[in-house]
């Protein structure tokens, strides 16, 4: 079992960074394939960046990549996700979740989330 707890969301002005970070607690953190989600208001949940066990292998979705980095710290059982040169649609809930299976950008393989933490952008 894990639980996970995101912070570090709020509100930004376009073109600007934030830095979320998601706490783990629970056994073998450094085991689990980590990923971060997000949600904008009336659309689905999507894939925003994943990052395997070791650190030594992430992947990203299309509209992040290049301005969005995912990191761990296995030591500190806790994930991070930059986020610079913000856009008004990257304003959502983002989730931390954690997957015990393969690494995978589907959220069905993910086991464990955290409760969301809001960015919001502003134009």
């Known amino acids: 079992q894990v639980h996970l707890v995101e912070s570090g969301g709020g509100l930004v002005q376009a073109g600007g960074p934030l830095r979320l970070s998601c706490a783990a607690s629970?056994?073998?953190?450094?085991?689990?394939?980590m990923g971060w989600f997000r949600q904008a208001p009336g659309k689905e949940r999507e894939f925003v960046a994943a990052?395997?066990?070791?650190?030594?292998?992430?992947a990203y979705a299309d509209s992040v990549k290049g301005r969005f980095t995912i990191s761990r710290d296995n030591a500190k059982d806790t994930v991070y996700l930059q986020m610079n040169s913000l856009k008004p649609e990257d304003t959502a809930i983002y989730y931390c979740?954690?997957?015990?299976?393969?690494?995978?950008?589907?959220?069905?393989?993910?086991?464990?989330w955290g409760q969301g933490t809001q960015v919001t952008v502003s134009s």
């Open positions: 990052i395997s066990w070791s650190g030594g292998r992430t």
């Open positions: 629970g056994r073998a953190f450094g085991s689990y394939v």
């Open positions: 979740a954690a997957s015990q299976s393969r690494f995978t950008g589907f959220m069905n393989d993910y086991n464990y």
